[in-house]
């Protein structure tokens, strides 16, 4: 770990992109801190530029400006540091529920004799166990995200990034999703940068929550959430609560600035 503690720091980023003969900003002097063990969420709104952050974190482009670290090192435009989770499952259509998960492991170190039995607990372990030798579009949108996060969980890597996950399920299989989420990542604390739309979901979930303002995107605030971990599920009932979700919404609708 670095000397500061975080796993991923960005400093300053900044991008834009030509269209037609102008040059638009994007993301404005984006810095956000994600510490080990540590979930962070992204709240903004829609086309701010979090999935462009996201290209810039993963090393698929490099920003304009600023930097990308990882424990305290220089990685910008470095790929291979993060574990990615996209909105629909990308899951191997030709490969079983069960190499899907194993390709995963194997394709991050573990030996393959192990990763055949490793792959079966997991699946055990998340309940799904029955589905290990079916095919994925056999399985509901639930399901599949289950997987798709349970291979994201097992690529070891620095960071895991959650670019909307849960915004394509009805909203039952989606309040099941987030439970589920919790226990796991609260078993195995992984260093999680998660973005989404809904204010319910990053405060039921996160230790922190970076609100972003229109494109182009600036940090507008920070706001660390207060509830107790192991979280409980019904903490979206506690005043407290209700009192930070109107302070996101009042932030997001009137773009303000400002420290807590
Ligand atoms: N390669 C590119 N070339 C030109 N413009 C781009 C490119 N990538 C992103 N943009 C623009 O940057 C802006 C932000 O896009 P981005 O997809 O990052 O937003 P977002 O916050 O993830 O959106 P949403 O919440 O709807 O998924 C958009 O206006 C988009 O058109």
């Known amino acids: 770990m670095s000397a500061h503690g975080s796993m991923l720091e960005l400093k300053g980023i900044s991008k834009s992109y030509m269209r037609g003969k102008e040059r638009h900003l994007v993301l404005n002097d984006i810095s956000l801190t ?10 903004g709104p829609s086309g701010s530029g979090k999935s462009t952050l996201f290209r810039m974190i993963g090393g698929v482009e490099k920003p304009d400006q600023g930097r990308v670290l990882f424990d305290g090192e220089d990685r ?10 996209p909105q629909q ?4 259509p030709w490969l079983k529920v069960e190499d899907n998960i194993r390709f995963a492991l194997v394709s991050t170190g573990t030996l393959k004799r192990e990763a055949k039995a490793q792959a079966a607990q997991w699946l055990e372990r998340i ?12 399985l509901s949108g639930g399901m ?16 895991m990034c959650l670019d909307e996950p849960f915004a394509a399920l009805d909203a039952l299989t989606r309040a099941d999703m987030q439970r589920w989420l919790l226990e796991l990542w609260e078993a195995d604390r992984r260093s999680v940068l998660f ?16 609100v972003l303002s229109p494109a182009p995107a600036t940090v507008l605030r920070e706001l660390v959430v207060p509830f107790d971990r192991p979280r409980r599920a019904d903490v979206w009932t506690s005043p407290e609560f209700v009192e930070l979700k109107r302070e996101v919404l009042r932030l997001l609708e009137e773009g303000h600035s400002g420290t807590v």
């Open 34 to 43: 994600v510490g080990a063990g540590e979930f962070v969420s992204l709240i």
């Open 76 to 85: 910008t435009g470095q790929k291979g540091l993060i574990s990615y989770m």
């Open 89 to 92: 499952a990308a899951l191997f």
């Open 127 to 138: 309940q799904l166990g029955h589905v290990a030798k079916e095919y994925p579009h056999v």
């Open 144 to 159: 599949q995200q289950r997987v798709s996060f349970l291979r994201a969980l097992l690529m070891q890597r620095d960071v």
């Open 195 to 210: 973005v989404t739309h809904s204010i319910e979901e990053a405060l039921v979930l996160s230790d922190r929550i970076y």
